[in-house]
């Protein structure tokens, strides 16, 4: 497989014969430790990925600000995908390279995807109606309560606050078929509904994987040929895992064993969150490097 790698490996202005290496990543319970949002256990990957000029793009749940306080945190100068998919920015610093789809917006430049915010929460109210059990959004939570449900500080909580796109929301299911009169009713709306770690999701527009795909081609029109991976921990992940030419799983408090019939080519990290994110993308970068007979 050395020889393979060496002559299909990654693009960078280190290694200009080879092709890109583009990293997606989702952050809660993978380059964020569940439990404490942490990500310096990732910090040695994270620095050899800017070493090596491999672009890392940030894809969760998460709205703008979060992320572009953490990408920054992290040094991450990449694109980022906000709210499962609901949009994508680009920072400043791409200059000309920005998409014509992106419109400049506060500071960075947004491709919206997403329906707007208040379409969606207008929609959630509409389902509370319709069953017959209970639903919360987060626009009806304040920072406080926020904080205690996820763990985020108060700070951070506010910042969760600001969405565009997407409702995070808790169900609480009476029986176990309540499951499925949610997603019926969602899409008789032309909505769709995700699970993420702590949360369902109310959005519409094509999730993340479809995001991925938009930057993919992107970046195949800017630089060529490359290769892709990515990382993620809950069943939100899985499209955008299906899509790559390197997908990862995260190691988790769930197990998926299913998962490895429907990615053949899927690897499973033995470490949780961000210690497993290190260990797979030093991994990957040295193999695709030529550095690894596996």
């Known amino acids: 497989m050395r020889s393979k790698m060496k002559k299909n490996g990654f693009y960078s202005s280190?290694?200009?014969?080879?092709?890109?290496?583009?990293?997606?990543?989702?952050?809660?319970?993978?380059?964020?430790?569940?439990?404490?949002?942490?990500?310096?256990?990732?910090?040695?990957?994270?620095?050899?990925?800017?070493?090596?000029?491999v672009p890392v793009i940030l894809v969760s749940s998460k709205t703008r600000a979060e992320m572009d306080i953490l990408r920054k945190k992290m040094g991450i100068e990449a694109p980022f995908v906000s709210e499962n998919g609901g949009g994508i920015f680009f920072p400043p610093g791409l200059g000309n390279r920005i998409p014509p789809e992106a419109k400049e917006d506060d500071g960075l430049w947004k491709w919206k995807l997403g329906a707007d915010y208040y379409e969606i929460?207008?929609?959630?109210?509409?389902?509370?109606?319709?069953?017959?059990?209970?639903?919360?959004?987060?626009?009806?939570?304040?920072?406080?309560?926020?904080?205690?449900?996820?763990?985020?500080?108060?700070?951070?909580?506010?910042?969760?606050?600001?969405?565009?796109?997407d409702e995070p929301f808790i169900a609480d299911f009476r029986v176990p078929s309540d499951g499925s009169l949610l997603e019926q009713a969602v899409a008789r709306r032309g909505l769709n509904?995700?699970?993420?770690?702590?949360?369902?999701?109310?959005?519409?527009?094509?999730?993340?994987?479809?995001?991925?795909?938009?930057?993919?081609?992107?970046?195949?029109?800017?630089?060529?040929?490359?290769?892709?991976?990515?990382?993620?921990?809950?069943?939100?992940d899985f499209a955008m895992l299906e899509r790559v030419d390197y997908p990862v799983l995260v190691k988790s408090s769930h197990s998926f064993p299913e998962l490895h019939h429907r990615i053949k080519r899927l690897k499973t990290t033995t470490n949780t969150g961000p210690r497993g994110w290190n260990t797979a993308v030093i991994a990957l970068i040295d193999e695709l490097q030529g550095g690894s007979d596996e």
């Open 193 to 236: 509904i995700s699970s993420g770690g702590r949360f369902f999701h109310l959005f519409r527009h094509g999730g993340k994987e479809d995001a991925v795909e938009k930057l993919i081609n992107w970046y195949k029109a800017e630089c060529g040929v490359i290769v892709t991976a990515a990382l993620g921990d809950s069943p939100n």
């Open 14 to 53: 280190v290694h200009p014969e080879m092709p890109l290496l583009i990293i997606f990543s989702d952050l809660d319970g993978t380059l964020l430790d569940h439990d404490t949002y942490l990500w310096e256990d990732a910090r040695p990957a994270l620095e050899k990925c800017t070493a090596e000029k």
């Open 121 to 165: 929460t207008r929609t959630l109210k509409e389902l509370r109606s319709e069953l017959t059990f209970p639903l919360k959004g987060f626009h009806e939570m304040g920072p406080s309560e926020i904080s205690r449900v996820t763990g985020l500080d108060p700070v951070e909580s506010r910042l969760a606050l600001n969405r565009e796109f």
